[in-house]
């Protein structure tokens, strides 16, 4: 018997077993799941287990109301999803294929399926975070500011704020809507 992670489609994460005799699990699966447009969709690696492979298992045609708006990493992050979402975990790396038998799977429970999520989940934010402080730096090097302003004196309680002057050095770029204002 080996466990897989099923999403439905309000995003609740639960965990299925499949019988030790089940000779193709896919299947089983549209049996179980009662979706018959279910297929292979891939595998992706896992990210903290570098031997095991997440075997992804969707519909990618249904009803709109249908549509399942778990976000699973890339490359499946571009496809829209109807139904349930099926994760099944293998130790073989053949990316164009599934496996039909439920010995050629491990077990891949709820929790360890959540977990996963989140280190999916921070990656990815952590690398939209350093691309955005990347771009930050090279746009960085034009920006000078002007910190010799004299300290303001408050009389009151209230909160005061400090205005930053920046100088650019190339605001005469020659673009249609500049040309526009010259003329005008």
């Known amino acids: 018997m080996v466990y897989g992670t099923s999403v439905a489609i309000n995003g609740n994460i639960t965990d299925f077993q499949i019988p030790a005799k089940t000779a193709d699990v896919l299947t089983y699966m549209r049996k ?3 979706a018959d447009t279910i297929q292979f969709q891939g595998k992706i690696q ?3 287990n570098e031997s095991r492979w997440l075997s992804i298992f969707a519909a990618t045609d249904g009803e709109e109301e249908t549509i399942n708006n778990h976000c699973l990493p890339a490359p499946f992050n571009e496809e ?3 139904g349930p979402i099926v994760i099944l975990a293998t130790q073989n790396d053949q990316q164009d294929e599934h496996e039909q038998s439920v010995a050629s799977y491990v077990n891949l429970k709820a929790e360890d399926y959540k977990a996963l ?3 999916w989940t921070f990656a990815e934010e952590e690398e ?4 955005y402080n990347n771009e930050e730096d090279e746009e960085g090097d034009d ?3 002007d910190d010799e302003e004299e300290p303001e004196v408050v009389t009151s309680h209230q909160p005061s704020s400090k205005v930053a002057l920046v100088h650019t050095s190339n605001v005469f770029v020659d673009c249609p809507l500049r ?3 010259i003329e005008n």
């Open 117 to 119: 999520y989140e280190e």
């Open 80 to 82: 829209n999803y109807t």
């Open 128 to 131: 939209e975070e350093e691309e």
């Open 46 to 48: 896992d990210p903290t």
């Open 179 to 181: 040309t526009k204002v």
């Open 143 to 145: 920006i000078v500011v």
């Open 32 to 34: 179980k799941f009662k």
